[in-house]
């Protein structure tokens, strides 16, 4: 079965600093790759994914992560955090072209950027 | 992307009540999901609900408990029955449209606290 794994429940980082948050997968198919975002009392939003083609995949707020298919990882990376990225992340991961189309989630991992 | 209301936004019940959430979207889609994000825990996948047919449930959830109802294309409802203080958790309904997972969005969520 899927499994996500989170390695970091909680990272603090100081503004500016770079960032990057662990996410490592265990599927024996080919998979899709999500990082969702969380901030307080709010529904999840869709930070990027990666389907296919280019390994280096960027998203939203200056976000990026790489798809590291020998690693079976997918780390989410910001060269410099603000004070608003605070928040809860998510790595979720999908059999591509599976018959069941369900999302698996980590654990999540919250961002605490401190001034 | 989407409008993804959910209604209630929070509530606070008393144990063997029953709760029923809203779900509603703002264009037609084929498949809707209900999460549910116990305190400090990652999104677990309760059911996957399509149109006009019965709910399709994970492990470690029934229908007798969660009966779900989906009468059309932007509408579901879950409804938490006989609940207990275990049951204190959000609630998250999420739709795709893709069919593949490529693209799914989640509404803001419901917040239950049952004493």
């Known amino acids: 079965a899927q499994s996500v794994t989170q390695l970091d429940s909680q990272v603090p980082v100081f503004e500016e600093a770079p960032v990057e948050l662990r996410c490592n997968y265990s599927?024996?198919?080919?998979?899709?790759l999500f990082w969702y975002v969380q901030y307080p009392n709010q529904g999840l939003q869709l930070l990027l994914k990666?389907?296919?083609?280019?390994?280096l995949v960027k998203g939203i707020n200056g976000f990026e992560a790489e798809f590291n298919k020998s690693q079976t990882s997918f780390h989410l990376r910001k060269p410099s955090v603000h004070i608003s990225d605070t928040a809860e992340y998510f790595c979720?991961?999908?059999?591509?072209?599976?018959?069941?189309?369900?999302?698996?989630f980590g654990t999540g991992t919250l961002l605490a950027v401190q001034p | 992307s989407a409008v993804i209301s959910q209604k209630p936004s929070r509530d606070i019940c008393q144990r063997g009540t029953s709760l029923t959430i809203q779900c509603q979207v703002d264009?037609?889609?084929?498949?809707m999901f209900w999460y549910r994000q116990q305190p400090g825990q990652s999104l677990t996948l309760i059911a996957t609900?399509?149109?006009?047919?019965?709910?399709?449930?994970e492990s470690g959830f029934v229908i007798d408990k969660f009966p779900i109802s989906r009468p059309n294309l932007t509408f579901s409802t879950l409804t938490v029955s006989n609940m207990s203080p275990e049951d204190s958790s959000i609630y998250l309904c999420?739709?795709?449209?893709?069919?593949?997972?490529?693209?799914?969005?989640f509404g803001q969520g419901t917040r239950l606290t049952v004493v």
């Open positions: 609900a399509n149109q006009g047919s019965e709910a399709t449930y």
């Open positions: 990666y389907l296919s083609g280019s390994t």
């Open positions: 599927s024996s198919v080919s998979v899709y």
């Open positions: 999420s739709v795709d449209w893709t069919g593949s997972i490529t693209e799914a969005f």
């Open positions: 264009s037609q889609v084929t498949m």
């Open positions: 979720a991961v999908s059999d591509r072209g599976g018959a069941t189309n369900k999302l698996i």
